[in-house]
C-alpha cells in the first residue's frame, strides 16, 4: 500500500487566498483525521471522519476552516481567506477503527501564508 | 484536558547506549498510548501501541512500558543507532482522541 497520501507536499500563498489540502487515506481504512503542526503549539486535532462523516470538528479553530469527504478515498481541508497564523504542517492520517489499531500518517502539507 | 509532558525535550547519546524517553500525562483514565517517531520534513510513524491493561509492549530493540495508575510511559531503545536519530512523540488516547506530546528530540552520534 502507497500509505495516506498528501498534496501538494509544500503551498505558498499570499493572504486572503484560498487554500486547499488534500488527502488520499489508506484503502480500507474508516476513519480519517486531519491535524495541524507547528512550533508552539504542537500536534492538534482538527476534524475527524468516520464513514465520511464528520464526527468531532471541535478543533477547527474558526468558520474560514472546512473539510469535507465525499467519499472513502479522498478528503479535502479547505482555508478561506488565508491568513499568515496558518502557516503550518498539515498532517492527514488514517486508521482501521480509533481505539486499537495504529494511526498512519501523511507526510503533510506546508503551507505558508504570507 | 489531557496535558502530555515529554522529558528530556532533547538528547544527545552516543552510538550503542541505551537510553529512556519519558512521557508523562494527566488524565489516567487512557484506553491506550502510542508512540511515534517523526523524521524532519515527514509524517509521523507509529513505533508501539500499549493497551491500558499492559504493562509493556516490544518491537525489536525498542520497549515501551505503561503506569496508568500514575500517569507515565516510558520508552526504552536498546543499543542506539545513527538512523534511531528523529524526534520520538508519545500519545495517549482518551475519550477517542490522541494527545501528543511535544516530543524528544532525539541524535545518536556515530
Known amino acids: 500500500d502507497a500509505g495516506v497520501i498528501q498534496s501538494p507536499r509544500h503551498e505558498v500563498t499570499e493572504m486572503g487566498q484560498e487554500v486547499t489540502l488534500r488527502c488520499k487515506p489508506i484503502?480500507?481504512?474508516?476513519?480519517l483525521f486531519w491535524y495541524r503542526q507547528t512550533m508552539m503549539r504542537g500536534l492538534e486535532l482538527l476534524i475527524y471522519?468516520?464513514?465520511?462523516?464528520?464526527?468531532?470538528d471541535s478543533g477547527m479553530p474558526e468558520d474560514r476552516f472546512s473539510a469535507k469527504m465525499p467519499n472513502a478515498s479522498f478528503s479535502t481541508l479547505k482555508i478561506q481567506p488565508s491568513e499568515p497564523r496558518d502557516s503550518a504542517v498539515y498532517f492527514c492520517?488514517?486508521?482501521?477503527?480509533?481505539?486499537?489499531?495504529?494511526?498512519?500518517f501523511g507526510n503533510g502539507t506546508r503551507l505558508t501564508v504570507t | 484536558k489531557q496535558e502530555v509532558t515529554q522529558i528530556p525535550a532533547a538528547l544527545s547519546v552516543p552510538e550503542g547506549e541505551n537510553l529512556v524517553l519519558n512521557c508523562s500525562f494527566t488524565d489516567s483514565a487512557i484506553y491506550n498510548l502510542q508512540w511515534f517517531r517523526q523524521d524532519p520534513g515527514k509524517g509521523l510513524t507509529s513505533l508501539l501501541l500499549?493497551?491500558?491493561?499492559?504493562r509493556e509492549q516490544t518491537s525489536g530493540r525498542l520497549n515501551a512500558s505503561l503506569d496508568k495508575s500514575s500517569g507515565r510511559s516510558t520508552l526504552y531503545i536498546a543499543a542506539s543507532q545513527p538512523g534511531d536519530s528523529a524526534t520520538y512523540l508519545c500519545a495517549p488516547l482518551v475519550a477517542r482522541q490522541l494527545t501528543f506530546g511535544s516530543g524528544t528530540q532525539l541524535t545518536v552520534l556515530p
Open positions: 484503502s480500507g481504512h474508516d476513519y
Open positions: 492520517a488514517s486508521s482501521l477503527g480509533t481505539l486499537n489499531s495504529p494511526l498512519h
Open positions: 471522519f468516520n464513514n465520511n462523516v464528520p464526527i468531532d
Open positions: 500499549i493497551q491500558s491493561s499492559q
